[in-house]
């Protein structure tokens, strides 16, 4: 049978496909992985990390503990879904969805698309603050296209981050005094703010709809994480915290002279050079220009936080 718009079986149909057959399915992943049974793509995340990482949901949805990890420990699930973010026909200005490779209004294939969907945070009050660094680790899940030209391939990527990294940590505090004004912190895969957080790549899945077909390249168990290092700093030199001061205090930390370097372009290069020369970002290059990035921001903050965030960093040396 035929689908249209205005048949009476065409709605029945769909209420079969979209409600009740979604229903029943969710329904038998959500005895499974003890996450809500709320038929939403980002609860669908987190049915996935509970999946992917053996750890149980707390059924709660969007309040509660997301993940349980043991009786003392919890994880929280953040989810990004860039695939059904809306583009736009460059010729006729008409909206063209993820799925059409062409305008269906005028048939041009000069598409813009969009990919700035990011990850949210929030954190309303102190007693939120309080308990940010609570969970042990924070999921972030990534669906996107591989290209974002041809939606024929979407890929599914997991990384875990521990609450404890100075990338992590600094950025919750930086957000709660000097960005918040009520609206959520962003987090944007693959920019600087993510890439200080030390993600640990856990799963990446390739979901291939022309042969109807699932490649997991990276599962738990089976495969290597790998955490997620910046190739070089000149990637991010349009950071506005990317400062020229700051750069200079990390080129101090690395054992760089700074005063042969007259701007941030110069720095930057010089810095890229000697990190590659010593083989590359690793954890402690990475905690040390998280710490040069935001403690300027946020030293005096410290003396505001909660007793229980501020035992929390003083315990990992954080503060």
Request: proline share 3%; net charge neutral.
């Amino acid at each position: 049978m035929e689908h249209k718009l205005g048949s009476l079986e065409s709605s029945e149909a769909l209420i079969q496909d979209l409600y009740i057959d979604l229903k029943q399915k969710i329904n038998k992943w959500a005895a499974i992985t003890h996450q809500t049974a709320q038929a939403r793509m980002g609860y669908v995340g987190q049915h996935l990390v509970s999946i992917v990482t053996g750890y149980p949901g707390g059924k709660s949805g969007a309040r509660g503990k997301d993940l349980i990890i043991s009786d003392d420990e919890y994880g929280e699930i953040k989810t990004c879904y860039r695939v059904d973010q809306l583009g736009k026909c460059n010729q006729c200005g008409s909206a063209v969805a993820s799925i059409e490779t062409q305008c269906s209004s005028c048939n041009s294939k000069d598409i813009e698309r969009k990919e700035d969907s990011k990850w949210l945070i929030s954190i309303r009050n102190k007693d939120e603050l309080a308990l940010i660094l609570e969970p042990k680790y924070y999921y972030f899940v990534l669906f996107d296209f591989t290209d974002l030209n041809n939606p024929h391939t979407i890929r599914a990527s997991i990384w875990e981050v521990e609450s404890i990294c100075p990338g992590f940590a600094y950025a919750m505090i930086d957000y709660y005094f000097n960005i918040r004004k009520n609206a959520p912190l962003n987090i944007w895969p693959f920019q600087l703010k993510f890439d200080l957080m030390r993600g640990k790549l856990i799963y990446i899945s390739l979901i291939i709809h022309q042969e109807n077909r699932i490649e997991t390249q990276i599962f738990p168990g089976r495969d290597k994480s790998q955490i997620h290092y910046p190739q070089n700093i000149s990637i991010y030199s349009r950071s506005r915290n990317l400062t020229f001061k700051k750069l200079q205090l990390f080129a101090t930390q690395l054992k760089l002279n700074c005063s042969n370097y007259q701007n941030k372009t110069q720095l930057i290069k010089a810095i890229d050079n000697l990190i590659e020369h010593q083989g590359g970002f690793d954890n402690q290059i990475i905690d040390m220009l998280a710490k040069c990035l935001y403690w300027d921001n946020i030293e005096k903050y410290i003396s505001e936080l909660p007793s229980t965030l501020s035992s929390t960093l003083t315990r990992y040396n954080l503060a």
